[in-house]
């Protein structure tokens, strides 16, 4: 039989990482540079800072360590854009998001110097090839043509080898990220990237469907979390106007 999937879904607070943590079915929870569009708002990733993830890994470790289980997901912290451009930066800004509670840091693109560098330092390291945020803008399917596909696959065995502990093929095509999966030892994790990888990994507000103007093909909203927060809202509001919220048992007493 094949090995479990590896589950992975990002998160950025204390609050849903105990929840997740308690459900006992996700792997690993990924702080992601996405936080920059779910939580920022902005249109990239490309303005998140360090000192942001660092802030977030934190509160996400807060939320795992009050979970209560035993077995806790593994927490990857992402390094943002231009925190690793160099072995002596990677090494120091890895150091900086495992001392606030990382227990990986994921990279993108094709570092395997740097990854065999934070591998030497003993720092568990996720890579990140395909549609990489924060070198491709144009959110499109990567690996289409056969030179593309070389390259990615080469990519793939060199981060493998230089010894990346996990690797996330994000919106390529499932043959490319099948082909990848068996050439290499490292477990991959897709993201677009169809069923053959060895795990999945989906930005949690995308999974919990809060963003009703987002639907790309790979997606699938488990959860209709627009429509029940709206509800929510509603409710609370109507509530409130019709004092019927608080009632008598939301009420204190004088003694
Ligand atoms: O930043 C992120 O959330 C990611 C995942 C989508 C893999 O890189």
Redo the contacts with the bound molecule.
Sequence with gaps: MNSPKHIMV?CYDATFAKLIAETGAVDSV?V????GMVIQGHDS?LSVSMDQIRYHVAAVARGLHKAKVEKKPLLIA?MPVDSYNTIDSAIQNAKSLISVGAEMV?VEGAVSDRVAALKKEGIAVCG?IGLT?QSIQDFKVQGKTELEAQRLLREAKDLSNAGVDLL?L?MIPSSLAKKITESISTPTVG?GAGVYTSGQ???LYDLLGLNPDFNPKFLKKFMNGAESVSHALKSYSDEVRAEVYPSEKNSFKDV
């Design positions: 990002t990924l992601g540079d996405s936080l990733t992402d994921k990140h945020p996330v994000e993201i990994v989906l930005v």
